[in-house]
């Protein structure tokens, strides 16, 4: 369906449902408005019989999609062999991968197994092409064709233990003894501090020089994004590391994973429930958005989570997920009875399907405030991830959906004194300018003052998040300074680089360029410093 290889953002695809459901909001606009909390919103619809029965005979008319198919495998499979043998190594790779995700038999299954592992060889992946050959023998790979794969395994052997370089992926762990006391992903630099201007806000605690790391921190929850592009069979769909040679889902075409680990955890956790609404998700309402499914993963995960007390600021526990901002009331009421009505739509779909709750109706009430809450906070607080792989030649990118506790507690400026980057998941947040002990440390949501005008700049903010923006280069209205663009290559940029970068496991220069431009150079200019 075309609809579904589009990327919406939240905010276009909700604009588009607000013009088709506009004529039914006039009219049930002033019952709607009556509704104070998201639950009372969700129930608005969901305690109309006629409108559940409405979504109900739309599910049973949907023709669920075919997740497993022999013939569909085997298809992909010789689509695979003929960009193989046009030497397409990757296209290829990418092909034998849907196959394995629609391999039903073993004899499929151990099919694409091997001719992937072909693919894999050419590429140089020789680890990955040998697991890949002991995956197709274990599935029974036919023994007439049985010599090939032992001579590949034989060479793949040789060539991997003779390989000079071993590609890693750059990483940053806080020193221990840099950690902050108080807060998981912190290191003990800055602290918290609230106040009415910008509610919680980050501080730094002392001098913080330029490039010194603030924080690591880790999601507590990631999707990949829904959109069907061969790019979704490179990454794990728990983790979203990148991976030339993931194993699928038993069940559906969608999950592949990185590891055996990370698909046993998928799977107890939330994926053995997503599994049996994805073949239906899309056709419900003609679009699969991301964000549907993204809650559908946290409620599910909330609902398993241990109970933790702890006094510090962790990252990995639903308490301070829970305590993000998400300015639900500041939506306009028609956006709202919009998201409202589309999210009754897919918890009817999961209720249908997965049958969860026949036993626990709190535990449903719960469910389903949850499931809206989380869309209406990810609007203000989730990040999309995009995972590049400048070490091998093989280059890729794929957008993800990320929620990170500590990470959302930065305020925006126009004007930031921080920059993030991801590796894989794991957001690193480092000073771009010097920061002065008691300064607040911002990031930018995506406007710099230096290349937009303040009216286009607050106009973004107040559709995407929903706030007046206050920093100080919106209140002294700052001119732009669009020329910075031209210099980014000057040798004192490169020379701030160097600084950003030394002894830091190092983000790709190019990241720096293209997220900082020339806000270093505007830093100097504007301020005289280097
Ligand atoms: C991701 S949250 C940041 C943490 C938030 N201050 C809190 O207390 O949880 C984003 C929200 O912080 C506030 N905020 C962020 N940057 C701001 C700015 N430059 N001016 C005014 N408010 C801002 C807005 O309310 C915005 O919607």
């Known amino acids: 369906m075309a609809a579904e290889k589009k990327v919406f953002t939240d905010s276009e695809f909700i604009e588009l449902q607000v013009q088709r459901y506009r004529p039914r909001y006039l009219k049930e606009e002033s019952e709607f408005k009556k509704c104070t909390t998201n639950a009372e919103r969700m129930?608005?619809?969901?305690?109309?019989?006629?409108?559940?029965?409405?979504?109900?005979?739309?599910?049973?008319?949907?023709?669920?999609?075919?997740?497993?198919?022999d013939i569909r495998a085997s298809a992909l499979r010789k689509l695979g062999n003929v960009q193989f043998q046009n030497?397409?190594?990757?296209?290829?790779?990418?092909?034998?991968?849907?196959?394995?995700?629609?391999?039903?038999?073993?004899?499929?299954?151990?099919?694409?197994?091997?001719?992937?592992?072909?693919?894999?060889?050419?590429?140089?992946?020789y680890e990955e092409c040998l697991e890949d050959i002991d995956r197709a023998f274990k599935h029974g790979y036919s023994e007439s064709r049985s010599a090939k794969l032992f001579k590949r395994k034989e060479d793949?052997?040789?060539?991997?233990?003779?390989?000079?370089?071993?590609?890693?992926?750059?990483?940053?762990?806080?020193?221990?003894?840099?950690?902050?006391p108080s807060i998981q992903s912190a290191r003990n630099c800055i602290e918290i501090q609230t106040n009415e201007k910008y509610g919680r806000h980050i501080v730094a605690s002392r001098d913080i020089?330029?490039?010194?790391?603030?924080?690591?921190?880790?999601?507590?929850?990631?999707?990949l994004h829904t959109d069907i592009s061969s790019d979704r069979f490179l990454f794990c769909h728990e983790c979203l590391k990148h991976c030339y040679n993931?194993?699928?889902?038993?069940?559906?075409?969608?999950?592949?994973?990185?590891?055996?680990?990370?698909?046993?955890?998928?799977?107890?956790?939330?994926?053995?429930?997503?599994?049996?609404?994805?073949?239906?998700?899309?056709?419900?309402?003609?679009?699969?958005?991301?964000?549907?499914?993204?809650?559908?993963?946290?409620?599910?995960?909330?609902?398993?989570?241990?109970?933790?007390?702890e006094t510090m600021y962790r990252s990995d526990r639903y308490k301070e997920i829970s305590e993000l901002e998400d300015h639900s009331n500041a939506d306009s009421l028609e956006k709202t009875y919009v998201s409202a009505l589309l999210s009754a739509n897919i918890f009817v779909l999961i209720k249908e399907?997965?049958?969860i709750f026949k036993e626990f109706v709190?535990?449903?009430?719960?469910?389903?405030?949850?499931?809206?809450?989380?869309?209406?906070?990810?609007?203000?607080?989730?990040?999309?991830?995009?995972?590049?792989?400048?070490?091998?030649?093989?280059?890729?990118?794929?957008?993800?959906?990320?929620?990170?506790?500590?990470?959302?507690?930065?305020?925006?400026?126009?004007?930031?004194?921080?920059?993030?980057?991801?590796?894989?998941?794991?957001?690193?947040?480092?000073?771009?300018?010097?920061?002065?002990?008691?300064?607040?440390?911002?990031?930018?949501?995506?406007?710099?003052?230096?290349y937009d005008d303040k009216t286009e700049r607050q106009k973004r903010l107040q559709r995407l998040y929903r706030f007046t923006c206050g920093c100080r280069a919106c209140e002294?209205?700052?001119?732009?300074?669009?020329?910075?663009?031209a210099i980014v290559d000057h040798k004192d940029i490169k020379q701030v680089i160097k600084k950003l970068t030394e002894n830091q496991a190092l983000p790709p220069p190019r990241y720096i360029l293209s997220l900082h431009k020339g806000l270093e150079t505007a830093y100097r200019i504007l301020d005289g410093t280097s």
């Open 246 to 309: 993931v194993i699928p889902c038993l069940n559906c075409n969608e999950a592949l994973y990185c590891t055996e680990a990370c698909k046993a955890k998928a799977f107890q956790n939330y994926h053995k429930y997503e599994c049996l609404i994805l073949p239906y998700v899309g056709q419900l309402l003609g679009i699969k958005f991301d964000f549907w499914l993204f809650s559908l993963k946290i409620t599910l995960l909330v609902m398993t989570e241990e109970k933790n007390d």
């Open 476 to 485: 002294e209205n700052w001119p732009k300074v669009t020329f910075l663009t």
């Open 156 to 180: 793949a052997t040789k060539a991997y233990s003779s390989r000079k370089k071993v590609v890693k992926v750059k990483t940053y762990e806080i020193p221990q003894s840099e950690m902050n």
């Open 353 to 355: 399907k997965i049958k």
């Open 87 to 125: 030497k397409n190594d990757k296209d290829a790779l990418k092909l034998y991968t849907q196959s394995l995700s629609f391999a039903k038999s073993d004899e499929e299954v151990s099919f694409a197994y091997g001719n992937r592992s072909a693919a894999l060889f050419y590429m140089g992946f």
């Open 362 to 450: 709190v535990f449903e009430e719960k469910f389903k405030e949850l499931f809206f809450s989380h869309q209406q906070m990810f609007k203000v607080n989730a990040v999309t991830i995009i995972s590049s792989h400048e070490n091998d030649k093989f280059y890729t990118s794929v957008t993800g959906l990320a929620i990170y506790s500590f990470y959302s507690l930065f305020n925006h400026s126009c004007y930031p004194n921080t920059f993030w980057n991801t590796y894989e998941s794991t957001m690193v947040v480092r000073a771009s300018l010097p920061i002065k002990k008691g300064e607040q440390c911002f990031i930018s949501y995506g406007p710099y003052f230096a």
């Open 43 to 69: 129930n608005f619809f969901l305690n109309n019989e006629e409108e559940v029965a409405h979504i109900k005979s739309k599910i049973q008319q949907i023709k669920p999609h075919v997740t497993k198919c």
């Open 209 to 223: 020089a330029i490039g010194e790391v603030l924080a690591v921190d880790k999601p507590y929850a990631v999707a």
